[in-house]
């Protein structure tokens, strides 16, 4: 289950008032913001693009009968808060649980709130040392996957996502500067990290939901390796489906978060 085109063309996630709120705020601190890397045409997409792939990611994982009624759904607040907040801590002044709690505690209930900070805690990176990239990457990918064993349910769903939206972006949209051989490893962290997000103790409904993350997962690093290795066919369903959302995500951040250059 998709978010449908016509909902993508609203821009409207926010069936819920209170995960309106989150959008708004986050609309202000990345507002401006740019991916990192560049498509065929030389274009950089809006940063909200991966966050709204990565909360359409879960929210597809979700239990629920559409998607409306995972996004009403309050036990589901604290999580997909979580999905949208999930860079904050690591890539803006907003660098504390304090900052965040303080930023957010007018628009999001005391209990989900509290439960999404810590979420974001556990998906926030410590500094990684290294003597150049190549170490730097290496040192991360290792504490990764050791940490990602020991996350909670909610993290470890939001981690998943956010390893699949970055590695289709890695083939999509990569930085200038990655090689080929770079890009392989960045696939590499992504499935190791993914694995390591599926070890632990989990009720039956938690376990399903990570399965369905999994299943997605495994779609998205084969879509990466035939595209790494030049051998996706043209007409691929994955393939277009993948171009098509991004297109009209595109289209529709450039409008709340700045114009791309």
């Known amino acids: 289950m998709r978010i449908p085109y016509t909902k ?65 759904n309050e036990k589901n607040l604290a999580l997909l808060s979580a999905t949208l907040l999930h860079d904050v801590m690591e890539d803006t002044d907003i660098n504390t649980p304090r900052l965040l709690y303080k930023a957010l505690e007018k628009r ?16 926030t990176n410590p500094p990684f040392e290294g003597k150049n990239d190549f170490e730097h990457a290496i040192n ?16 470890k769903v939001i981690k998943i996502a956010d390893q699949v939206a ?8 990569p930085p200038k500067t990655w090689s080929k051989s770079r890009k392989f490893f960045y696939l590499r962290k992504a499935e190791k990290v993914t694995a390591s997000c599926l070890e632990g103790g989990f009720s039956d409904k938690e376990q399903r939901t990570l399965k369905r993350m999994h299943k997605i997962s495994k779609k998205a690093y084969w879509y ?18 993948q171009a098509k959302r991004f297109q009209i995500l595109n289209l ?10």
């Open 8 to 72: 993508l063309k609203e821009a409207s996630i926010c069936q819920n008032p209170y995960m309106e709120s989150v959008w708004s705020f986050i609309r202000g601190v990345h507002f401006g913001v740019q991916r990192k890397g560049i498509n065929e045409e030389n274009e950089k997409a809006p940063y909200a693009v991966h966050l709204f792939r990565v909360f359409e990611l879960c929210l597809n994982a979700l239990d629920g009968k559409d998607f409306e009624e995972k996004i009403q």
């Open 108 to 123: 999001v209930p005391d209990e989900s709130l509290m439960k999404a900070i810590r979420i974001v805690e556990e998906l």
């Open 140 to 155: 991360k990918m290792r504490w990764q996957v050791q940490h990602a064993k020991t996350m909670s349910y909610e993290a």
């Open 166 to 173: 970055n590695v289709i972006d890695s083939v999509d949209y």
């Open 224 to 241: 990466a390796k035939l595209k790494l290795n030049g051998k996706i066919p043209a007409n691929a369903k994955f393939y277009k489906n």
């Open 252 to 261: 529709i951040l450039k409008k709340e978060f700045g114009k791309t250059k």
